[in-house]
């Protein structure tokens, strides 16, 4: 096991080097650990990264550069040990996984509908809403007066709330075309949903008990989204039997 006191020793040896395993804290002397953590990666991306820190309010952007491990201190006894073994597991299977799928849905911490891993920009912040839900129901059906009160709660479905989500639903269909996913969303007989099985998503993982998965979420779910707290409430006692 090697040792550096600074980030730029540990930049010059993998500038040379690789390692199955970087253990590092956020609080650092000369850079802070996020950063140091991106340039590891870009030397040597498949070296697994495992965080050991006092902070828990980066843990989103840290996953977000798909660290391995985030652990608090002081950490309880033999979890250390158990982050950097699954890390080392999940690296040694990562040459058999699949390439990433183009169109993903991101919905630990804040929901993003990615394309070739960039974020799609969407016109209107209800149809992006509307979407989120659609994907958190995971190809079930709804309803438009569902999606009006998910979208506008306590609010009567009018004839004016009706025409203000054939909008929202006409804004989410041409942003979904123009990335070149028309297809995720099927509109028959007054119900809509989503085709889940033409995104990556989370969620589906977690739902499925994928341990990498299972590993990332860290009680933050759709943050943005007061209806999203039911299924983060659920994903919370399911990880924990997990």
């Not at 390439?99 to 509908?113: H, S, V």
């Amino acid at each position: 096991m090697l040792g550096f006191t600074s980030s730029a020793e540990t930049l010059a040896w993998f500038r040379e080097n690789t390692a199955e395993v970087a253990l590092l804290d956020i609080n650092m002397p000369d850079m802070n650990g996020l950063v140091l953590a991106a340039h590891i990666k870009e030397l040597s991306p498949d070296t697994a990264i495992v965080f050991l820190t006092a902070y828990p309010e980066y843990a989103v952007e840290a996953f977000a550069i798909h660290v391995s491990g985030y652990v608090l201190k002081p950490p309880e006894p033999g979890r250390l040990r158990a982050e950097i073994e699954y890390a080392m597991a999940i690296r040694s299977v990562a040459p058999l996984q699949k390439p990433a799928a183009p169109f993903a849905a991101r919905t630990f911490g804040n929901f993003d509908l990615l394309v070739h891993g960039k974020p799609v920009s969407f016109r209107r912040s209800k149809s992006k809403e509307l979407l989120a839900y659609l994907i958190d129901r995971r190809g079930s059906n709804i309803t438009r007066p569902e999606a009006a009160a998910i979208l506008w709660e306590d609010t009567d479905y009018d004839r004016s709330m009706q025409k203000q989500l054939d909008v929202i639903i006409r804004s989410m269909r041409q942003t979904l075309e123009d990335c070149g996913l028309k297809d995720l969303l099927e509109l028959r007989n007054g119900f809509m949903r989503i085709r889940p099985e033409m995104i990556d998503c989370d969620l589906y993982l977690f739902m499925d008990g994928d341990a990498a998965a299972v590993n990332a979420y860290r009680g933050e779910y759709m943050n943005s989204y007061s209806w999203a707290e039911l299924t983060a409430a659920y994903m919370d006692r399911l990880q924990n039997r997990l």
